[in-house]
């Protein structure tokens, strides 16, 4: 089971949509995708399970119940939900996470273990993609103690490199408690390849991270809006647009990243579970 962090502290950069859209294409490919929302602001459980059945959850339904006390009160397994896609199912968050993830001093001990200690009690998944919320505080913490990789998506627009300075700064301190943790890659969204000014960050980016930034550049698209605002995963909703098959490719891209970084031993392939 592999574990994927998707951060950044800047609002809006395309996390949630990455999550819930690559979920689609990692399940195509045969893998059985967890999706664990860490996010107080809901999106990616509101893509998949509509806004009033996750804005009426109880805490102890949601991600919550990993923070609540100083043991999980509820077997892992319980929070996991299917979503109306075979392969897909999510452990969802709504404004009840919000709680906990205020920085407060009596909240640095072992909630800090939070989703550590939830996914330790869950099997079956080939890969599980957490959804970050947009600051650096405990339930993005607690995912980078969890993850073994760090997807860090980055619009092109953003020109200061302070923001992802301390993207980094903060994944450098994680990895002191969890060394497994790697960054998987910077992964350029919402780009538009007209643009100068985003053909110019994209050039930079890759001056400044070298090869970490994945070839593949998810685009502003109509399609993942309309896909989402459809509650379908993009490759689901049309399989034949380009935004469906930049997914796809990334899907692979990162597929084989993980299996560069894994070896051998650890490598799953699609349609094959080792
Ligand atoms: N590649 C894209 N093309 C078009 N729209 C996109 C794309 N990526 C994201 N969006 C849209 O932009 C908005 C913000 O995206 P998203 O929710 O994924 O960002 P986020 O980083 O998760 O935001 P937050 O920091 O608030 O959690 C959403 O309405 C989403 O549908
Ligand atoms: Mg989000």
């Known amino acids: 089971m592999r574990t994927i962090a998707f951060l950044n502290q800047k609002g809006g950069c395309g996390k949630s949509s990455s999550c819930f859209h690559l979920s689609g294409a990692f399940a195509q490919n045969g893998w059985r995708v967890l999706l664990v929302d860490a996010d107080p602001q809901g999106s990616l459980s509101q893509g998949f399970l509509g806004s009033e059945l996750v804005e009426n959850l109880p805490s102890t339904a949601t991600?919550?119940?990993a923070f609540e006390g100083d043991e999980l009160l509820v077997a892992s397994e319980?929070?996991?939900?299917?979503?109306?896609f075979s392969n897909?199912?999510?452990?969802?968050?709504?404004?009840?996470l919000a709680q906990f993830n205020q920085p407060s001093p009596e909240r640095l001990g072992l909630q800090q273990f939070a989703l550590s200690s939830l996914l330790d009690g869950i099997q079956g998944f080939d890969v599980v993609l957490v959804d970050c919320p947009p600051n650096l505080y405990?339930?993005?913490?607690a995912a980078l103690l969890a993850a073994e990789f760090v997807v860090i998506p980055v619009p092109p627009?953003?020109?200061g490199t302070q923001g992802l300075r301390v993207v980094h700064e903060a994944i450098g301190h994680a990895r002191l408690m969890n060394p497994s943790l790697n960054v998987l890659g910077h992964l350029v969204t919402r780009s538009d390849s007209r643009l100068l000014v985003h053909q110019v960050y994209e050039?930079?980016?890759?001056?400044?991270?070298?090869?970490?930034v994945f070839e593949t550049?998810?685009?502003?698209a109509v399609a993942f809006k309309v896909a989402l605002a459809c509650r379908q995963p993009v490759g689901y909703y049309t399989t034949r647009s380009s935004a469906a098959r930049l997914t796809l490719q990334l899907s692979?891209?990162?597929?084989?990243?993980?299996d560069a970084f894994t070896g051998e031993a650890g490598r799953v392939t699609y349609g094959h579970r080792a």
């Open 203 to 212: 050039q930079t980016l890759r001056q400044l991270f070298g090869n970490t």
């Open 78 to 84: 319980s929070l996991v939900r299917p979503t109306s």
């Open 252 to 258: 692979r891209e990162m597929q084989h990243r993980m």
């Open 217 to 220: 550049v998810i685009p502003e």
């Open 88 to 96: 897909i199912s999510i452990i969802p968050a709504n404004y009840t």
């Open 63 to 65: 991600v919550a119940a």
């Open 157 to 159: 627009e953003d020109f």
């Open 138 to 141: 405990l339930c993005s913490w």
